[in-house]
């Protein structure tokens, strides 16, 4: 076996040379990870991890790596894929296509394992070979029978999990036992089958395989070996990618105006109910154009048709090729198919009622048109970007809807439907200038849409899980050159989980970045309550929060209780007063320092004097909320001052419920300021995490919004000295 890789032989010399287009970092990040999986013994237990963001340019890594690995020793490559015909397919066809000058000349053979010969002879073995399998039951069995000829199981083989977090996860919960799934043990036999072999993870969502567990039984088998990572290598970005730094990153929620928060558009949350199913109650399709049931859905539609004319516009002064100018918009809230007949049916009557409004020159049409040109010339200003003027924009628009051929509405709701609209790239078909998407849980891994300009996201399940949302941001990818009409249709909450989510994902790339998972902490709550620091290997579920320097968790978008009543909180408010002023006064020159558990006594008083009724309030993990601050409490370095929390409140708080209406946000997210609380923690909070209690009057004054009962409004901050850690309240034991 070579120490280092061989980058000079007839696979990866010439692959390389027939795709300079990549970039040297996508062939260093090929060339460190096939250094990785010579020199390190990646097991069954322990594979490599090629680790991307969605849509980063994860496949034409790994592709490079098999060139490369086809160089150094390695006669056989297994590409598993997500358990879907059309992106096996689109899969198959990408490497058909990729390797075509080898597969031509004699050297190497590409099958899809259902379409594979059983057994292969010497001549056959003599080239390289290359099978795709989807990640089920089916097409693994195959595998395995082909495997357990021993003249191929001998061959050394390169197996490539793409998409790894998708299927190979072995474990899952049922009826209180651990089981391992089935096509988790079927990829672990096919493993133990094959003689000498290395095992390369690809995912752009790791989290269900760095937090799991290296040691687990499970109830339905007597051996079983969860997969995690030996080693790392993140997929080198350009600075034209654009992820979740852009739509979620400091920029983004920025108060003044930015490129990145403008991209935002706020759906108001009911709206998501109305596109779910008819209701003459709400609205009627006569009304589209003005009714405000939808004003979240027909802005993002009408601006959609209007960036798009607008980069056509420019493109075509720019010299672009006017047929090579295409857009596309993704509406993504429901997975039911009756759901995506409603769709098209509002869809097309927004499009056809605007096309009659075009052809007169109607006030409905020259409101909305207008509304979205003012709309993108602030970003374009910020671009630097042409901004045509209305009039133009106007002329484009109408002829666009006169057209009908310039604006297609497609429905994208099964494994088939994506088959035969994916190009041989994976890119869903741009048929026309202006493509209009309608689909659900379809849409994500692996497809792709060019010219994204528009995605209105509604997608609400019990339980927010960061790997599927993350698959499902089809706007990710490399498309700064449309970021300026490029906009973004959710919820409050919807974005809130999802800032949280990029916040997570952030911390720990930089942790692996740093250094492996051993450069971040993980806390879990144990089986008795208590939180204790631990591995990843004790969190099982990744509903997780990060921590950081300073970092600040409050609860927000909530209401209060009644004063009185059967649930009333005065009395709570007036014992909690009680307590403060034995604690630490209001408005003291410093915090005081108290036990851990007497914070946490007071946040679980609190806990229930706030009401979390509205939809699109952003949830609020209690039990997260003490988990942090109990293990920020044994943070300081001297274990005879851990345990402690800094403790200090202020009264006659005003606070408002609701945000101003030309902010970004609905809720007031500071209670705190940086001029008195900021200062504080700057000043105290180095060793020690702070809480602030904030004694708010609570007016019902319109401009406040309470119920006009005064309540506790609960900021911890982090210190200053505290490592970054990842914590969750779902673990295993």
């Known amino acids: 076996m070579p120490s280092a890789p061989n980058l000079t032989g007839p696979f990866y010399a010439a692959y390389k040379a027939a795709n300079s287009s990549f970039g040297a970092n996508t062939f260093r990040c090929a060339e460190e990870t096939a250094d990785e999986l010579l020199k390190t013994a990646t097991t069954s237990d ?46 198959a066809k990408r490497l058909n296509n990729e390797f075509k000058m080898f597969i031509d000349d004699g050297e190497l053979e590409v099958y899809d394992i259902m379409h594979a010969p059983e057994s292969f002879g010497a001549f056959e073995l003599a080239s390289k070979l290359l099978f795709v399998a989807k990640k089920q039951s089916d097409n693994l069995r195959r595998l395995i029978d082909l495997f357990s000829n021993s003249a191929i199981a001998s061959k050394r083989t390169i197996i ?19 089981e391992a799934r089935k096509i988790a043990l079927q990829i672990s036999k096919l493993r133990s089958a094959i003689l000498s072999s290395s095992f390369l993870q690809v995912t752009a969502t790791p989290y269900s395989l760095y937090l799991q567990p290296t040691e687990v039984e499970v109830a339905n088998v007597m051996t079983f070996k969860p997969t995690r990572p030996a080693f790392t290598k993140l997929v080198p970005v350009s600075a034209d990618y654009v992820g979740g730094e852009t739509y ?23 709206e998501f109910e109305r596109l779910k199913k008819p209701d003459a109650r709400s609205f009627k399709l006569d009304d589209v154009l003005t009714a405000k049931a939808i004003e979240g859905y027909r802005t993002a539609l009408v601006n959609f048709i209007v960036g798009g004319c607008i980069q056509r516009l420019n493109g075509v002064k720019a010299g672009g090729k006017p047929k090579k100018l295409r857009y596309s918009f993704l509406l993504h809230s429901e997975a039911g198919k009756k759901a995506h007949d409603w769709q098209e049916k509002l869809t097309k009557s927004i499009v056809c009622k605007l096309e009659a409004a075009a052809k007169v020159n109607g006030a409905d049409f020259v409101s909305l048109v207008t509304q979205a040109h003012t709309d993108f010339s602030r970003s374009l200003s910020l671009a630097s970007q042409p901004i045509p003027t209305l009039d133009e924009v106007l002329i484009a628009v109408a002829g666009a809807l006169r057209n009908q051929q310039d604006i297609t509405i497609t429905k994208v709701n099964s494994d088939d439907d994506v088959a035969s609209l994916l190009d041989s790239i994976g890119q869903l078909k741009l048929r026309s200038p202006l493509n209009v998407f309608l689909g659900g849980q379809v849409l994500d891994r692996g497809v792709t849409l060019a010219g994204l300009l528009g995605f209105y996201y509604g997608r609400r399940p019990n339980k927010f899980q960061q790997d599927t949302v993350l698959q499902h941001s089809r706007m990710y990818g490399y498309r700064r050159t449309d970021l300026a009409v490029t906009r973004f249709y959710t919820s409050k909450a919807i974005r809130f989980a999802m800032k949280q989510m990029e916040e997570f994902d952030s911390s720990l790339r930089a942790a692996i970045d740093a250094g492996g998972d051993r450069a971040v902490q993980f806390i879990r709550k144990a089986e008795d309550g208590s939180i204790v620091p631990c591995s990843p290997n004790k969190i099982l579920v990744a509903t997780t929060q990060t921590l950081g320097p300073y970092k600040r968790i409050l609860p927000i978008g909530f209401q209060t209780g009644y004063r009185t ?115 504080l923690a700057k000043q105290f909070a180095i060793n020690h995490p702070i809480l602030f209690l904030l004694r708010q009057n609570g007016s019902d004054a319109p401009d406040k919004g309470w119920r006009g009962t005064p309540f506790y409004w609960p900021v911890i901050r982090a210190q200053a000295q505290t490592p970054t850690a990842i914590y969750t309240a779902e673990t295993i034991d």
Not at 163 to 176: C, F, H, L, Q
Not at 251 to 258: F, G, H, L, N, P
Not at 584 to 606: E, M, N, W, Y
């Open 46 to 91: 322990n594979p490599g991890m090629l680790l991307g963001r969605v849509q980063s340019g994860k496949t034409r890594t790994f592709i490079s790596i098999l060139a490369l690995a086809f160089d150094n020793d390695f006669d056989i490559a297994i590409v598993l894929s997500k358990n879907s015909r059309a992106l096996i397919e689109q899969t």
């Open 160 to 178: 490539v999990d793409d998409e790894a977090d998708n299927a190979s996860i072995g474990y899952a919960k049922k009826s209180g036992l651990i």
């Open 248 to 270: 979620f990153g400091e920029s983004a929620r920025s108060e003044t105006d930015t490129l990145e928060s403008l991209i935002h558009h706020t759906v108001d949350h009911r």
């Open 565 to 679: 009543g059967a649930h009333g909180i005065g009395k709570i408010i007036e014992d909690i007063d009680s307590q403060i002023v034995d604690l630490c006064g209001f408005d003291s020159a410093a915090p005081k320092l108290v036990p851990v558990g007497t914070a946490l006594h007071l946040l679980r008083q609190i806990e229930p004097t706030m009401d979390f009724a509205a939809d699109d309030a952003p949830p609020f993990d209690w039990d997260g909320a003490r988990a942090a601050l109990a293990h920020l409490s044994q943070q300081h370095p001297k274990p005879a001052e851990r345990g402690n929390v800094l403790l200090w409140a202020a009264r006659d708080r005003n606070s408002a419920r609701l945000a101003s209406e030309s902010s970004h946000a609905t809720y007031i997210e500071t209670p705190d300021s940086e001029k008195t609380e900021g200062q």
